[in-house]
């Protein structure tokens, strides 16, 4: 009993405390225009605080629906694109129905790996949303991958950090091409191999998606040059800081190509 009235007597000087700080600061604004002014300013700069602090708040919850929706348009301008392109090629044919080369299925990356030898990732699209072994993954600012195994909802890909894994690649300026792997040290860097010594490649070059293959549309920016040496005395190798950063990959496209089965039948034909 004795603790209760304790409390209650602490609380009562708190709450008398309180109103009376109140009242000296009314008294001291209405009193003094100076001290009105200085005590408003504090005030102002309490509330500039909350403000700048809740702002970041809603920046950050924002952020996931934000970045959702930019995905999506860059998903419908790539369609767009892709369409354009392939009207573009038929203008001077009688063919009227146009299916562009490429279509792509926006897809979130739900797992993924950067410190093996074999990385890979897991998408949340499936068969389906139509993904089939095969296809390419790609973002704006690179080759992420090629899909393995699909299941009803999600697809395994196989990532460009593998060192069983290639894409063709080539400089921009001279469209000289070759394999482009990944050593499996640093997820940062791959090589760029066979590409002729009479081949000039300065620091800074541009390398792009060569377009020779089914799986990856040509002219994806890669990364760029760092360094060249000569391999085996006939052909030169090229270190390559790639431009996506698979540390943070969250949004990519599954790449579908239109007239893959078309090339590869009449591949097998050929054989």
């Given amino acids: 009993m004795k603790n209760r009235y304790g409390l209650l007597s602490s609380l009562t000087a708190i709450a008398l405390f309180i109103v009376l700080e109140t009242v000296a600061i009314l008294m001291v604004v209405n009193g003094s225009v100076v001290q009105r002014y200085k005590v408003l300013g504090a005030v102002r700069s309490i509330e500039s605080w909350f403000w700048a602090r809740t702002s970041k708040l809603t920046y950050y919850l924002n952020y996931k629906t934000e970045n959702e929706r930019l995905a999506a348009e860059n998903l419908q301008l790539r369609q767009q694109l892709a369409g354009y392109a392939a009207?573009?090629?038929?203008?001077?044919?009688?063919?009227?129905?146009?299916?562009?080369?490429?279509?792509?299925?926006?897809?979130t990356v739900i797992r993924n790996s950067v410190d093996r030898q074999h990385n890979y990732l897991i998408l949340d699209r499936g068969e389906k949303e139509g993904v089939a072994p095969g296809m390419g993954v790609v973002t704006a600012r690179?080759?992420?991958?090629?899909?393995?195994?699909?299941?009803?909802?999600?697809?395994?890909?196989?990532?460009?950090?593998?060192?069983?894994?290639?894409?063709?690649?080539?400089?921009?300026?001279?469209?000289?091409f070759g394999p482009m792997t990944w050593p499996g040290k640093d997820p940062g860097r791959a090589v760029?191999?066979?590409?002729?010594?009479?081949?000039?490649?300065?620091?800074?070059?541009?390398?792009?998606?060569?377009?020779?293959?089914?799986?990856?549309?040509?002219?994806?920016?890669?990364?760029?040059?760092?360094?060249?040496?000569?391999?085996?005395?006939?052909?030169?190798?090229?270190?390559?800081?790639l431009f996506e950063d698979f540390r943070s990959l969250h949004n990519v496209y599954i790449v579908r190509n239109n007239r893959g089965a078309e090339i590869q039948e009449l591949y097998e034909k050929a054989r």
């Fill in 192 to 241: 760029l191999a066979e590409i002729p010594v009479h081949i000039e490649a300065a620091p800074g070059d541009t390398v792009l998606s060569s377009g020779f293959s089914t799986i990856y549309p040509p002219d994806i920016p890669l990364g760029r040059v760092i360094e060249s040496k000569i391999s085996q005395g006939s052909s030169q190798e090229l270190s390559v800081a």
């Fill in 142 to 176: 690179g080759v992420v991958g090629i899909v393995s195994a699909v299941s009803r909802h999600y697809a395994y890909v196989i990532s460009l950090l593998n060192t069983e894994q290639s894409v063709s690649a080539k400089l921009a300026g001279s469209g000289a």
């Fill in 87 to 107: 009207a573009q090629a038929q203008l001077d044919s009688v063919v009227r129905i146009i299916e562009p080369e490429y279509t792509y299925i926006g897809a």
